[in-house]
């Protein structure tokens, strides 16, 4: 269901206009190294996936696997890659003049039997913003915003990786997962494209969440040695490297383990009329779902689109923000 909401959307046919955003692959691929092919392939057969993945013919494999050296097998999933940055400039740009930066330093939260509220601001640009109910969706800020509120409930988890970024002037982009013998991708790979023709590997799976209790040199000497085992065909001798240290933000779950949909509910505080609600999407993919979960929650206490003329505030619109590959290798992301 979701890739078939995404494509809408994609195609200015959803709920919500994505025609600016860009595609970055039709099909997303997993792939097994010689020795576990078998499994991967009654796994693959299972009723989880059937009708969504095919087995990519030896004379159809992506330029990347087209090497002798390449005894494994490769399956291509029903599903697409949308590249970020774009997409975010494409929901700011459908909101034009309804988003604002809050300035932190004179702003803040208050909650009493009214709901909570922000105030900011001084003087004649002094404000006060007190609406029908917020919805907290920032990650892993959620945490300090339910805090400032006296929020008991829900609780959030941070799960952390080290993601390792490898910019290449090699042609080859890719999409996909290295299945291997645990439940979590030996390898995750996403390609980015760069403004100077060059591109950024994002890699991820078994190799970053082992990456969070590693130092960074041993992280990259890790990625390294994956990369070599996996595809020793290709030369990263020229590449550049970099490690992201990130936490995923998500709700409590029983031995913090991984949640499988989004998740959002009323947050409990002090005041019997608070109105708060704690989003996470868990994954992008899932952010439609977690839209339709908001959307009853406020349907359930009556809160309607009142398509009511953007507030004027005193605040200006904000940045978004740049790639982590942008910050690491100072090479801005190509244009959509």
């Given at each position: 269901?979701?890739?078939d ?17 860009r ?18 392939g009654?796994f ?6 059937r ?9 159809e ?6 090497h002798?050296?390449f005894r ?14 774009s ?12 988003l604002?930066?809050?300035?932190w ?5 208050t ?14 640009d002094a404000?006060?913003?007190a ?28 799960r ?19 299945l ?33 209790g ?18 020793p ?46 989003a ?39 940045a ?10 100072g090479?801005?992301?190509?244009a959509?």
């Amino acid at each position: 269901e979701m890739p078939d909401h995404w494509r809408a959307c994609l195609r200015g046919e959803g709920d919500v206009d994505l025609r600016n955003a860009r595609v970055l692959s039709e099909h997303f691929y997993m792939w097994s190294t010689a020795g576990i092919g078998s499994r991967l392939g009654g796994f693959l057969a299972s009723k989880v996936v059937r009708g969504r993945v095919d087995s990519v013919p030896k004379n159809e494999l992506p330029a990347l696997f087209q090497h002798p050296g390449f005894r494994g097998k490769l399956y291509k999933l029903v599903d697409m890659v949308v590249d970020t940055p774009s997409l975010v400039r494409a929901l700011a740009d459908n909101m034009k003049g309804r988003l604002f930066a809050i300035d932190w330093t004179t702003a803040r939260l208050t909650n009493d039997q009214g709901g909570t509220r922000l105030t900011g601001g001084h003087g004649e640009d002094a404000f006060t913003l007190a609406p029908g109910a917020w919805v907290f969706s920032a990650g892993k800020g959620n945490e300090s915003l339910l805090e400032s509120i006296g929020a008991s409930s829900p609780h959030m988890q941070r799960r952390p990786l080290k993601q390792v970024m490898v910019r290449h002037h090699l042609p080859h982009r890719f999409y996909g997962h290295c299945l291997g013998a645990e439940t979590t991708p030996r390898l995750t790979i996403s390609s980015h494209p760069l403004a100077d023709g060059s591109q950024v590997w994002y890699l991820g799976g078994s190799l970053a969440e082992k990456g969070a209790g590693q130092s960074d040199g041993e992280v990259l000497n890790a990625a390294r040695q994956e990369l070599k085992e996996l595809m020793p065909w290709v030369d990263f001798s020229n590449a550049q490297w970099s490690v992201l240290a990130v936490d995923r933000a998500e709700p409590r779950q029983r031995n913090v383990a991984r949640p499988d949909q989004s998740f959002a509910e009323w947050a409990n505080t002090r005041q019997q009329a608070d109105n708060v609600i704690a989003a996470w999407p868990t994954k992008l993919t899932l952010a439609p779902n977690l839209a339709r979960s908001v959307a009853t929650l406020l349907a359930g206490r009556a809160i309607v689109p009142s398509h009511q003329p953007a507030p004027t505030l005193p605040l200006a619109p904000p940045a978004i923000a740049p790639t982590p590959w942008e910050t690491a290798f100072g090479v801005p992301h190509a244009a959509a």
